[in-house]
């Protein structure tokens, strides 16, 4: 049976381990977007509609160089009392981070989207809450000595997969959000966009 080719508009190690655990065949192309520019252009929006927007914008650059050709994008944020936290800069602005979110409630929201030329097919946002437990300065320190240059390509600053999980009381909502792409939903977009066998 011939099924519709994916390409991956991502380099995210956590969600090419979510695919590949799930049977998805897919290509990997990381997209090459700035950012920063359309969330500037999206002054206003609140959290999942950012994250849509980047899902979107990742898979719209690849598939515009690879014609006929459905391309899934994903993308999470990060916000913890109201305030959008970014990937880590540095060891230092990681440490920040993480003494900020201590003791309180993380919010991640992560987003996807499949692309097929000049036309979005389908996206989804979904949020899950993370209750980050109190981090001493000494603990936060060792963990960074352990994960980091790891945590440089995480937003939140963690990989649940791995040491991340030590920094959370409580975690309400669903695994693959957590882990960076609503997977259920992107697998039942792929079964209706032919990509998956029905």
């Known amino acids: 049976m011939s099924m519709t080719q994916l390409i991956l508009a991502s ?54 160089a690879n014609p006929d050709i459905l391309v899934l994008g994903s993308d999470s944020l990060v916000v913890v009392e109201g305030e959008r936290f970014d990937k880590p800069a540095s060891r230092e602005n990681a440490a920040e981070h993480l003494a900020f979110f201590s003791g309180k409630t993380l919010e991640l929201h992560s987003a996807a989207a499949l692309v097929k030329d ?44 791995a040491m991340g999980v030590q920094l959370f009381d409580r975690i309400a909502g669903d695994q693959f959000t957590v882990l960076g792409m609503p997977l259920i939903p992107v697998l039942g977009a792929l079964r209706e966009q032919g990509v998956l066998i029905t």
């Open 118 to 161: 000049d036309t979005c097919e389908w996206s989804h946002t979904d949020c899950a809450k993370l209750q980050v437990r109190d981090l001493s300065p000494e603990f936060i320190q060792h963990y960074i000595e352990c994960e980091w240059p790891e945590i440089s390509h995480t937003v939140g600053c963690f990989r649940i997969e």
């Open 11 to 64: 380099k995210s190690s956590s969600r090419r381990a979510m695919l590949n655990a799930a049977g998805v065949h897919y290509d990997a192309m990381p997209a090459n977007v700035d950012e920063r520019a359309i969330e500037d252009g999206l002054r206003g929006a609140n959290p999942p509609e950012i994250a849509e927007a980047l899902s979107v914008a990742k898979a719209a650059a690849v598939a515009n």
